[in-house]
């Protein structure tokens, strides 16, 4: 079956958007998706920020709240900024990466991104997250250390240049097994047409 | 009948992907488009940016060319970024505002975003814009004249002011009659949704 890769931050609330949505929408297009997470943060000191454009633009960062509500209300979702914001991810993304399955790291982010923006929790406490780890019929601090483990670190760290080296700089990204490379919750149905050839699209010739 | 604004810069190749199909697209929904083109740098200034943020993150560049092309082939368009880019668009911008109606400033200036975008020329060269000027049979040398003047200057001005104080930050941008900013033409269906209350959102009050 076709592939699609779906890389997102833990702290992105656009890629919680994706997150929600993504396996129904994918189903139907007969695609499967390959969760990825990875750090913003290193993409973003590239762009020479050392926080989120949201939080450097106000204007955009109050654009973005509202457009998220909007979203989150059209789609039934609830949604609510994280204090601080964005949330230090860099725990959960580590734990997201214990096991290598697709599977794990998709019910594993899921309850991360519903703990973060529907209910408001901060996701760099060990305890929340040993919540959903308990939940998911995990042995927790077995869990808890071996996200510190350096071959977990490094993962994440191959993770994150793997991002950048495919021209990753925001969240959520989508790229298609031939390359194409989609950025935004708001392409995620132009992304799966590409990757599952029902697109509409003629240009499959790059420029 | 309700009305929509929509803001933009004449240099934006993301309007001039709206100024394609906002009409069809409002006369489906019912309701009026205001056209309001304003200045984007003003409004990068007041962001740090002393060009377009497509020049200041060239991984963001990369992408925007490429979706382009995406997006114009699944419209049935012809794109290409002009050079330099972002053209001048000062005074096709004040050309724009010659005339206080609607239809003048949309005749005119989807004549200069396809010059611009789909046939690639430069529309900070006064030559040019007298072609158009012609094929909408005015007086070139009078328009180009009058485009310079005080009151065309203030015009201008004021309206890139008034986008700045509606929360204006990029373009294109949609303000529903109630103040609801939408960013994008992506976000152009949904802007049009609000505005006409077809909308599916429940949302209506501010936060």
Redesign the interface.
């Known amino acids: 079956m076709a592939r699609l890769e779906f890389w997102y931050d833990l702290a992105s609330n656009y890629s919680y958007l994706s997150a929600m949505r993504i396996d129904q929408l994918a189903a139907t297009a007969k695609v499967d998706i390959e969760w990825r997470p990875f750090l913003l943060g290193p993409v973003f000191k ?2 020479g920020w050392n926080t989120s454009p949201f939080n450097i ?1 106000p ?2 960062g ?2 973005m ?3 998220m ?2 979203i989150a ?2 789609r039934g979702l609830r949604f609510q900024l994280p204090e601080p914001f964005p949330a230090r991810s860099l725990l959960a993304t580590r734990l997201a990466l214990l096991e290598e399955a697709d599977d794990w790291t998709r019910n594993f982010c899921k309850s991360v991104f519903i703990a973060e923006f529907a209910l408001g929790e901060d996701i760099s406490n060990p305890d929340i997250l040993s919540n959903i780890l308990v939940k998911l019929g995990v042995e927790t601090a077995e869990a808890l250390a071996t996200a510190q483990s350096p071959a977990l670190k490094k993962r994440l760290r191959e993770h994150t240049a793997e991002a950048i080296k495919k ?4 969240a959520p990204s989508f790229i298609t097994e031939d390359g ?5 919750d ?2 995620l149905e ?1 992304a799966l047409a ?1 990757q599952s050839n029902q697109s ?4 499959k010739e790059k ?1």
Do not use: M, P
């Open positions: 590239e762009q633009y204007a955009k109050a654009y709240k509202r457009d509500q909007r209300v059209q021209g990753v700089f925001g194409e490379l989609f950025w935004g708001d392409r132009q590409w509409t699209y003629s240009l420029e």
